[in-house]
């Protein structure tokens, strides 16, 4: 969302990584501006589903393209057309924001979407918490929510799992935010101590059975 809304050119933001840049700026916006649909709201299970919501963010980041003049509509279906029929982007070309020329609303766009993720993820989260209370899997009372990686150092999304925690007796712990880095190195150091441990190692690969997702 951050690389759509060209926010290194913002000049609150040149330094800042994508998601950093979200919560700066939404701290200033108005989330209700925006109304962005929380997805699959239908599906009553703990499944995340963040391509959705960047879908929903993205045809309003469309619109909002077209009031401002910075998207230019062409006839363009027999390039792409084709290629997605029946979907509402396909008879635009992204012609991107020129250097500079940020949407006026983007604050308001960074806090709408920082708060219907902060939601998606308290919904899913809550479910998943009645689910592991209802099969005995966690305790009734004392239970504890951990929750790291890149999303644990956003603060507003930190403070909405705080509060889910607290209203259903549940402990949370956070690492501090500078050790909520990238899952790619999180994944590698525990690697890395499993391997020094001799830990779930497998010296063979025969035998193993792969399934696709």
Known sequence: VARRLSLRKHPECHSMAGGKAIEHLAQTGNREVLTLR????????????????????????????????????????????????????????????????????????????????AVHIMQKTYRAMLFCIKN?????????????????????????????ADANDFALLCPPPRLCTDNGVMIAWNGMERLCAGVGVLHSTDGIRYEPR
């Open 38 to 117: 929380l997805p699959m709201q239908r599906y009553r299970n703990c499944d995340f589903s963040f391509s959705g919501l960047q879908n929903l963010v993205y045809n309003a980041i469309v619109q909002k393209e077209k009031e401002e003049g910075i998207f230019k509509q062409s006839d363009i279906n027999g390039v792409f057309g084709h290629l997605y029929p029946g979907n509402p982007l396909s008879s635009y070309i992204f012609i991107g924001i020129q250097e500079g020329e940020i949407l006026s609303c983007v604050k308001d766009i960074a806090a709408a979407v920082q708060h219907t993720v």
């Open 136 to 164: 005995s899997i966690l305790p009734s009372k004392n239970a504890t929510l951990v929750v790291s990686g890149g999303v644990a150092s956003n603060q507003y999304i930190r403070k909405s799992l705080q509060n889910l």
